[in-house]
């Protein structure tokens, strides 16, 4: 069965600290994978996308991996602001006839003290 | 580019009673989600159109749920009649399948802003 985990759950941390958030998926045969940004009461910003070829990608203070062989993918978030408050979702993308299957992790809830 | 609308943002029904959101994706997107999320939870697919045909609908529960994408533009999202349990925020994505080059990423999905429903 294919799932996506987020740990942690929940997060909080001081401003100014660098933070790795994470995602796990049980199958390793990706297509691609991006992480969302939730704020409370909002849809879903999206952050970064990372190709099943590549390594990682980098978005200002963001940077995100991806190691398909361990089926695991790291936000780093560098410098945690308290604008950086909010829900982080990790979506796994998998190909099938007619286009792609969308998983979703249950996030992980950020709060960054002032 | 203007990005996924909505409507309504927020809706209060009572159970049995019937409700229906609106979502219009981004100019061009040949696809279009409705996902179901729950407090707590991540997003769940409902229904995936490619254009006005139905890719994926395992996950709606086609007793109560119902949607369509006539023209392969805008999509109505429909709920007769309502549960309890569909108490959630209803949210519409959409993609392109334009190739971007080296970084194909035509399966990118933007969101629109989500209807929370509360059914009482």
């Known amino acids: 069965k294919q799932e996506v985990t987020q740990i942690p759950a929940a997060l909080s941390v001081p401003e100014g600290e660098n933070l790795v958030l994470n995602c796990s998926f049980t199958?390793?045969?990706?297509?691609?994978l991006q992480w969302f940004r939730q704020d409370p009461g909002k849809g879903l910003t999206s952050l970064l996308l990372i190709q099943s070829s590549q390594r990682e990608q980098t978005s200002g203070r963001l940077n995100a991996s991806l190691d398909k062989s361990s089926g695991r993918s790291t936000l780093y978030i560098a410098a945690s602001q308290p604008g950086d408050s909010a829900t982080y979702l990790c979506a796994v993308y998998y190909v099938k006839t007619g286009g792609f299957k969308t998983i979703f992790g249950a996030g992980t809830r950020l709060f960054v003290k002032a | 580019e203007a990005g996924v609308a909505q409507s309504p943002r927020y809706k209060i029904i009572e159970k049995r009673q019937s409700v229906a959101f609106w979502c219009n994706p981004i100019?061009?997107?040949?696809?279009l989600y409705w996902y179901q999320q729950i407090l707590g939870q991540g997003p769940k697919l409902l229904i995936q159109f490619q254009n006005n045909g139905v890719v994926d609908d395992s996950q709606l529960p086609k007793d109560r749920f119902s949607a369509e994408r006539l023209k392969g533009v805008d999509s109505t999202l429909k709920i007769q009649p309502a549960k309890l349990e569909d108490s959630a925020v209803y949210l519409c994505?959409?993609?392109?399948?334009?190739?971007?080059?080296?970084?194909?990423?035509?399966?990118?999905?933007?969101f629109g802003p989500g209807t929370r429903l509360t059914v009482l």
């Open positions: 199958d390793s045969a990706i297509y691609n």
């Open positions: 100019s061009g997107h040949a696809t």
């Open positions: 994505a959409s993609s392109s399948r334009r190739d971007r080059g080296l970084s194909s990423s035509y399966n990118e999905q933007f």
